[in-house]
C-alpha cells in the first residue's frame, strides 16, 4: 500500500488550484437565468412572472440531476488514482452518454405535460402562456444541459476545474448576445430568450463533447455507448439522486412554512436563503475540490494520503465557516436595508441573519464531509443519512410552525438537520468503512 505524507501547504495548493476556479463556475452558472431575467423584464411582469415560474421547473431539473457530475467525478478521479486514463476517459463517456438518454427521456415526458407543471408551480392564468412557451422551448435544451453536468464531473474528476469555469463563462456571454438578438432586435418575445439559452447550452456541450472526445483518442478510449458502463454510470448515481432529493424537500418545505407565516416572514426568509445560497456556493466549491482529490487518492490506494487530506479539507471548511459567520455579522446592521424598507422584514431579518451566522462553521464541515464522500462513491449512505436527517427536519419545521416560533424557530429547525448531518457524516468519517480502495468501489 502507497503513503503519502505531503506537507498541509501541499494540500492547500491542491485544493485551492481545484476549488477556487469551481467556485467560479459556480457562481457563473445562475447567471444563465439572471441574464434572461434582466433581459425579459423589458417585456413586461407577466413573460418575467413566466420566466420566473419556468426556471423554478428547470432550477429543480438540474438540481435532481446534479448526480450526473458528482458521480462522474468521483469514478473518473478514482480510475485516475489508479493510473488508468483509459478507464477514467471510458467511464466519463458512459456518463455523458446516461446523461444524452435521460435528456432525451425527459423531453419526451415533458413536453406532453408543460402545462401540468407550470400549474404545479402556481402559476396565475395571465403568467401560464409566458411561462408554458419558455419551458417548452428549454425542453429541448435540456440534453445539452445535462451532457454539460456530465462534461464538468468528466474534468473534475480528471483534475481539471479550469475547463468548466472558460465553458461557463463562454456560454453566459453566448446566451447574453444570442438573447438580446432574438428578443430585443428580433423581437421573438420571451421564446427569444429561452432559444438563445438552449443555444448557449448545446454550445456548451459541444465544447465538453469535443474536449472528451480529444482525450478519447489521446487515450485510445472507446466512445461508443457501453449497455454496462451506462448501467454502472445509472447505479453509482442511484444514491446521489435520493441524497439530492432529500435535499431539495427540505428547500421546498422550508419555503412554504415561510410562505404561510405571511407575507414579511416569506420575504426575510427568502433574502436570508439568498445569502445562505452565496455563501454555499464557496463551500461547495471546497466540496467539489473534495470529490475530485479523495476518489484520485482513494483509487490509488493511499489511505494516509486520504486521511490527511480530509483533515486538512475539513480545517478549511472550518476556517472558510468561521470567516462567513464574521462576514455576516459585520454586515447584518445594514443588511436588511439593502434589501427593503419595510420595517416588519427588516427586523426579521436581522434576527434570522444571526442564526445563519452560529450555523457558517456547522455548514462548513457539512459540506466538506458530504463532498469527500460523494468522491469515495458512498452514495448509498449519503442517501440514508440525508433522509435521516430530513426526518429530523420536517417535525421540527411544523412544531416551529404550529408554536408560531416563527423564522428563529424555521431556521432554528434547518439548524438542527444540519446538526444531524454534521453527527452522521462525521461520524462515517472518523471510521474506514467509507475508504473503499481501487479503481472500481
Not at 304 to 323: D, E, H, P, Q
Not at 384 to 411: N, Q, S
Amino acid at each position: 500500500m502507497k503513503t503519502s505524507r505531503r506537507p498541509s501547504a501541499a494540500h492547500d495548493r491542491e485544493i485551492l488550484r481545484l476549488a477556487v476556479p469551481a467556485f467560479g463556475a459556480l457562481v457563473a452558472e445562475p447567471l444563465f437565468l439572471l441574464t434572461d431575467s434582466a433581459i425579459v423584464g423589458r417585456l413586461g411582469t407577466e413573460p418575467l412572472g413566466g420566466l420566473g415560474v419556468a426556471g423554478q421547473a428547470l432550477a429543480t431539473l438540474v438540481y435532481l440531476c446534479v448526480f450526473l457530475a458528482y458521480g462522474t467525478t468521483a469514478g473518473v478521479a478514482r480510475q485516475i488514482g489508479a493510473g488508468d486514463m483509459r478507464a477514467a476517459v471510458r467511464q466519463g463517456i458512459d456518463g455523458m452518454w446516461l446523461a444524452l438518454a435521460i435528456g432525451v427521456v425527459l423531453i419526451m415526458v415533458g413536453w406532453p405535460l408543460t402545462p401540468a407543471i407550470v400549474d404545479a408551480f402556481g402559476a396565475s392564468p395571465a403568467v401560464a402562456p409566458y411561462a408554458e412557451t419558455y419551458l417548452g422551448v428549454s425542453l429541448f435544451g435540456i440534453p445539452s444541459m445535462l451532457v454539460v453536468l456530465a462534461g464538468t464531473g468528466v474534468l473534475r474528476g480528471l483534475q481539471d476545474t479550469r475547463t468548466p469555469l472558460y465553458v461557463s463563462i463562454g456560454g453566459f456571454s453566448l446566451n447574453l448576445v444570442l438573447s438580446v438578438l432574438f428578443v430585443l432586435v428580433l423581437d421573438w418575445g420571451i421564446a427569444g430568450s429561452a432559444w438563445g439559452t438552449v443555444m448557449a447550452q448545446t454550445a456548451s456541450a459541444a465544447v465538453y463533447v469535443w474536449v472528451v472526445l480529444r482525450a478519447a483518442r489521446r487515450h485510445g478510449a472507446p466512445v461508443h455507448p457501453d449497455l454496462a458502463g451506462l448501467k454502472t454510470a445509472a447505479t453509482a448515481g442511484f444514491g446521489l439522486l435520493l441524497r439530492t432529493a432529500a435535499l431539495r424537500v427540505v428547500l421546498i418545505v422550508g419555503t412554504s412554512i415561510a410562505a404561510r407565516m405571511g407575507d414579511a416572514e416569506i420575504a426575510a426568509y427568502q433574502v436570508g436563503f439568498q445569502v445562505w445560497t452565496l455563501l454555499a456556493f464557496a463551500l461547495d466549491a471546497i466540496a467539489i475540490a473534495g470529490q475530485a482529490i479523495t476518489g484520485r487518492y482513494l483509487g490509488a490506494s493511499d489511505i494516509a494520503g486520504t486521511r490527511a487530506v480530509t483533515r486538512r479539507m475539513v480545517w478549511w471548511g472550518i476556517v472558510s465557516g468561521v470567516v462567513f459567520a464574521l462576514l455576516i455579522l459585520l454586515v447584518r446592521p445594514w443588511l436588511p436595508a439593502l434589501f427593503t424598507s419595510d420595517g416588519g422584514v427588516h427586523d426579521l431579518l436581522f434576527a434570522s441573519l444571526l442564526i445563519v451566522a452560529v450555523l457558517q462553521p456547522v455548514a462548513g464541515v457539512v459540506f466538506v464531509l458530504d463532498g469527500i464522500l460523494i468522491g469515495a462513491g458512498d452514495g448509498t449512505y449519503l442517501a440514508v443519512t440525508t433522509l435521516l436527517a430530513t426526518i429530523v427536519f420536517l417535525p421540527a419545521a411544523i412544531a416551529a410552525y404550529r408554536a408560531d416560533a416563527g423564522l428563529i424557530g424555521l431556521w432554528t429547525a434547518i439548524g438542527l438537520w444540519m446538526a444531524a448531518r454534521l453527527v452522521t457524516l462525521g461520524l462515517r468519517a472518523r471510521g474506514d468503512r467509507w475508504m473503499v480502495t481501487g479503481a472500481v468501489r
